[in-house]
C-alpha cells in the first residue's frame, strides 16, 4: 500500500475490494490486538491490562468496521507496518489514505 507524506494514517476498511463485509465480525479488534505491542517505548511501556496501540486502532466509520494504522508505526516497527499492509492486501480489503480528526477540548467564552 502506497502513501503519501500528506496522510497521517492508512484506514484498513472492513470491506473486500468487491464491497462485501470482511468476516469475522471482530476482525478489526484482532488485528490491532495482534499490534498492541508496537508503541511508542515498546511492549514494556505498557503499564496494566491489555489496550491498543496508539498506532493501530480499532473503530467504526459510518457503520463499517475498520483499523486506523498510524504512519508512526512505519517510521519504528517498519515488520509491523508490512504485517498489517500485508493483511490488507491478501485479503482484499480496501485502504484509504487519510487523517482521522479528534475532538479537540472547546474553551469555555
Not at 478489526?28 to 517505548?41: D, I, K, N, S, T
Not at 480489503?93 to 487519510?98: F, G, I, K
Request: hydrophobic share 40%.
Amino acid at each position: 500500500m502506497a502513501t503519501t507524506p500528506s496522510s497521517d494514517e492508512i484506514f484498513i476498511l472492513g470491506l473486500t475490494r468487491d464491497g462485501r463485509r470482511f468476516r469475522p465480525s471482530d476482525w478489526a479488534e484482532r488485528l490491532a490486538g495482534v499490534m498492541a505491542q508496537f508503541r511508542p517505548g515498546g511492549a514494556a511501556a505498557r503499564h496494566g491490562p491489555l489496550t491498543y496501540s496508539p498506532w493501530c486502532i480499532p473503530t467504526v466509520i459510518d457503520g463499517v468496521k475498520c483499523v486506523v494504522v498510524s504512519r508512526a508505526l512505519r517510521e519504528h516497527e517498519p515488520m509491523a507496518w508490512d504485517f498489517v499492509n500485508n493483511f490488507a492486501r491478501d485479503n482484499a480489503l480496501q485502504t484509504v489514505e487519510a487523517c482521522l480528526l479528534r475532538d479537540e477540548p472547546h474553551e469555555a467564552s
